[in-house]
């Protein structure tokens, strides 16, 4: 049964702060992985996805994967209020599934 | 690109009553789309893969004979909660892949919200 974890929260951070966010996941062969965004009430939205060790930056978005590990993060510079949100780490199975984590929720405070 | 839209929004309905949901991808073909639910502070749980001319793949637990989904098109998929009970209240979202997605990108429509009385 593949896994993907995630601190619940709330993790709240100053406005402009930057907000880290952790996942780990179980599937040692997991490849892809995304980040989405979930306000409350609403439907998640795709923000970064991620598909080699390293980093990537989109934005004030830099996602991290680190394979050996087994942990992808996401990191938001500048954080807005407007940010404050539920954050999805999804592991993209391979069998064209994704498995959520159960996410993050984002306080950030003027 | 790659808007995927949802109809209703929100539907309230009696115990008993069968509900349909539409799920339909905007600006692409979607061979695969996803039904997914998610309940009050839980997330995401995917219930089945649609597939269009063939028939859905439900995840284990999932009654197909409740939930039943058709993909007759390359932009619809439809979710029918058959006998609806409020226990099946919750928040129904799919998601569709865009042939462009190389590594299963899935973009979600607005969600359903399914209230039984």
């Known amino acids: 049964q593949k896994e993907v974890e995630q601190n619940s929260g709330p993790l709240s951070v100053p406005e402009g702060a930057i907000a880290s966010l952790n996942c780990t996941y179980s599937?040692?062969?997991?490849?892809?992985f995304f980040w989405y965004r979930q306000y409350s009430g609403k439907s998640p939205e795709l923000i970064m996805s991620?598909?080699?060790?390293g980093d990537k930056e989109d934005g004030r978005f830099t996602a991290q994967l680190n394979k050996a590990s087994q942990y992808v993060s996401l990191l938001i510079r500048d954080s807005q209020p407007s940010d404050s949100a539920t954050y999805l780490c999804a592991d993209n199975t391979g069998f064209q599934k994704l498995v959520f984590g159960t996410g993050t929720r984002l306080l950030v405070s003027p | 690109g790659a808007v995927v839209s949802q109809h209703p929004s929100w539907v309230i309905c009696k115990s008993g009553t069968s509900v349909k949901i539409e799920c339909r991808s905007l600006d692409f073909q979607a061979t695969t789309m996803f039904w997914y639910r998610q309940f009050p502070k839980q997330s995401l749980m995917l219930m089945a893969t649609s597939n269009e001319g063939s028939k859905a793949t439900y995840e284990q637990g999932v009654e197909k004979d409740k939930f039943l989904i058709n993909h007759a098109s390359l932009t619809l998929s439809t979710l029918t909660v058959t006998s609806a009970h409020p226990e099946d209240s919750s928040f129904y979202i799919c998601?569709?892949?865009?042939?462009?997605?190389?590594?299963?990108?899935?973009?979600f429509g607005p969600g359903t919200r399914l209230t039984v009385l």
């Open positions: 599937d040692r062969g997991s490849q892809s």
């Open positions: 998601s569709a892949r865009p042939p462009e997605a190389t590594y299963n990108e899935q973009f």
């Open positions: 991620i598909y080699s060790n």
